[in-house]
């Protein structure tokens, strides 16, 4: 069993910023790729960030430049630096790991509960 918790999320104003953390627990051997995404009330769930266990990233255009993604793996957790924060990256933030688990041999997805993050005055 694996878990994913994120936190850091809150009440921004506009221009501000905010870093998120998610910290995975339980029976890891190995995370590979983690990741970012969120969802706004009425929309889809976005894609924002990727990490691998190498440090490559990938973003989505409509935070590249503003957010940056980053990880320990030390720690098993990624974390989300949002810079120049608009009232449009209003959403529940979750974070995502692709985990193999102690003793297993398959690569399964886990999901974080997600955490609230509101920018507006």
């Known amino acids: 069993q694996v878990q994913l918790v994120e936190s850091g999320g809150g009440l921004v104003q506009p221009g501000g910023s905010l870093r998120l953390s998610c910290a995975a627990s339980g029976r890891i051997f190995l995370i590979y790729g983690m990741g970012w995404y969120r969802q706004a009330p009425g929309k889809q769930r976005e894609l924002l960030a990727v990490i691998t266990s190498g440090g490559r990233t990938n973003y989505s255009d409509s935070v590249k430049g503003r957010f940056t993604i980053s990880r320990d793996n030390g720690k098993n957790t990624v974390y989300l630096q949002m810079n120049s924060l608009k009232p449009e990256d209003t959403a529940v933030y979750y974070c995502?790991?692709?985990?193999?688990?102690?003793?297993?041999?398959?690569?399964?997805?886990?999901w974080g509960q997600g955490t609230q993050v509101t920018v507006s005055s």
């Open positions: 995502n790991a692709d985990v193999r688990v102690v003793g297993g041999m398959k690569r399964e997805d886990y």
